[in-house]
Nanobody, 124 residues
Framework: EVQLQASGGGLVQAGGSLRLSCAAS????????IGWFRQAPGKEREGVSY????????AYADSVKGRFTISSDNAENTVYLQMNSLKPEDTAVYYC?????????????????WGQGTLVTVSS
């Protein structure tokens, strides 16, 4: 059974940092790409960052470039999202998702499996 477990959310002041984790199980990690998406209150879900577990190629939404870094620990079947210089507009529920094959994809309908969300709240 494919499972994705997102964690690491919390309350942080603007300018602060958080690291989100997405622990994956039930599939061959190297064959998948992982994406982080977020949904703010009253808004549609949007893509944030993506990584191919095979070659570790990455992509970012323009709104987080230079502030967020996605990485993969294949030995631990875990993908991380390091979020620095957080802004109040980063407040959202963050979801991780997996897709096969491992090529990068930036739209949510290209992802097969979703974890539960983790809430990030950035206070001003």
């Amino acid at each position: 059974e494919v499972q994705l477990q997102a964690s690491g959310g919390g309350l942080v002041q603007a300018g602060g940092s958080l690291r989100l984790s997405c622990a994956a199980s039930g599939f061959t990690f190297d064959d998948y790409a992982i994406g982080w998406f977020r949904q703010a209150p009253g808004k549609e879900r949007e893509g944030v960052s993506y990584i191919s577990s095979s070659d570790e190629s990455t992509a970012y939404a323009d709104s987080v470039k230079g502030r967020f870094t996605i990485s993969s620990d294949n030995a631990e079947n875990t993908v991380y999202l390091q979020m620095n210089s957080l802004k109040p507009e980063d407040t959202a529920v963050y979801y991780c998702a997996a897709r096969s094959p491992f090529t990068l994809a930036t739209t949510e309908d290209e992802y097969d499996y979703w974890g539960q969300g983790t809430l990030v709240t950035v206070s001003s």
